[in-house]
C-alpha cells in the first residue's frame, strides 16, 4: 500500500508559456484531494504531467521514495471523456488497460461488475456506440478491476444520474477509509465537500491553496472565492445583464 505521493516544483512550458509552474503538494494514504481551478488554470496539465503522459521541463513526482514510473501498476487514472479513444470496442479497451498493469481478472468478475452497472451487452460494442453516463461506468469498472493504492480521476462524475454519482462517491468513500490515495478534478463542489478530506485550489498554472478541509466547519465555495476574489472582475456581471435587459 501506497504512504505518500510527493510532486516536488514540476513545470511544464508549451509553446504559448507556462501550462503549470513549480507545482508541489504532498498526498498520503487515506487522503481524498480535491483540486479545483477554473478551465484552463492546469489541472488536466497537472495531472498528466504527474502520470508521465506530458514531459515535465523540472521537478519530480515520487512515491513511496520511488519515481512514480516504478509504481505505475499501482496507480489508477480514470480519464476525461475527451482524451481517450472512442472507436475501439469496451471489451479491447479494458483488456488493453488491465494489460499495462499487469492484472489479470476472470471474465466472470468483469460480467458481474458490467451487469451491476447496467452495462450487460455493451462488453462488445464500440465506444462510440454508448451513452456518456456508460462511458463514466465503463471508466470506473476499469478503475475498480485495478485494486488501486493511488486513483486519480477528471471528472468522473459529470454525464452521471444521480444514483450512479452517489454511488460512486460512495465507494471513493470507502476507499479512503481503506488507506486508497485519491485525487478527483471536479466542477461540482457540492459532491466534493462531502468526501474530500484535503483541498487544493490552482489558477495560472500554480497551486494557490494547498490545506486539510472539514466539512463540518469549512466550505469549499466560500474558500474558492476568497481564492479568487482579488482578481475577479464583478463589473462584468453588470455589463452582462445590461446587454439583455
Known amino acids: 500500500m501506497m504512504k505518500k505521493m510527493i510532486v516536488r516544483n514540476i513545470s511544464k512550458e508549451f509553446k504559448g508559456g507556462f501550462g503549470i509552474k513549480k507545482i508541489s503538494f504532498e498526498v ?40 512514480i514510473s516504478q509504481f505505475a501498476q499501482r496507480v489508477a487514472f480514470f480519464p476525461d471523456q475527451r482524451s481517450f479513444p472512442s472507436g475501439i470496442r469496451v471489451c479491447d479497451y479494458l483488456m488493453y488497460y488491465l494489460s499495462l498493469k499487469d492484472i489479470k481478472i476472470s471474465q466472470s468478475k468483469i460480467d458481474a461488475l458490467f451487469e451491476e452497472y447496467g452495462l450487460k451487452g455493451v462488453y462488445k460494442k464500440k465506444i462510440a456506440t454508448l451513452s456518456s453516463g456508460m462511458v463514466k461506468k465503463m471508466l470506473f469498472i476499469a478503475v475498480l ?18 444514483e450512479s454519482r452517489i454511488q460512486m462517491l460512495e465507494i471513493l468513500k470507502e476507499f479512503g477509509k481503506r488507506g486508497k490515495a485519491i485525487i478527483i478534478t471536479s466542477h461540482i463542489i457540492d459532491e466534493l465537500k462531502e468526501i474530500v478530506n484535503r483541498l487544493l485550489i490552482i489558477r495560472n498554472g500554480r497551486i494557490v491553496y494547498d490545506d486539510q478541509f472539514d466539512n463540518k466547519v469549512d ?22 445583464l445590461s446587454i439583455i435587459e
Request: zero cysteines; hydrophobic letters at 35%; proline letters at 1%.
Open 28 to 67: 498520503n494514504a487515506g487522503d481524498i484531494v480535491g483540486f479545483i481551478g477554473d478551465n484552463g488554470m492546469g489541472k488536466t496539465t497537472t495531472i498528466k504531467s504527474i502520470l508521465g503522459e506530458l514531459k515535465i521541463q523540472s521537478g519530480e513526482v515520487i512515491i513511496d521514495g520511488e519515481k
Open 145 to 162: 478491476l485495478t485494486d488501486a493504492d493511488l486513483i486519480i480521476l477528471d471528472e468522473p462524475t459529470a454525464n452521471l444520474d444521480v
Open 219 to 240: 466550505d469549499i465555495e466560500e474558500i474558492y472565492h476568497k481564492v479568487y476574489e482579488s482578481s475577479r472582475d464583478s463589473s462584468n456581471v453588470k455589463r452582462i
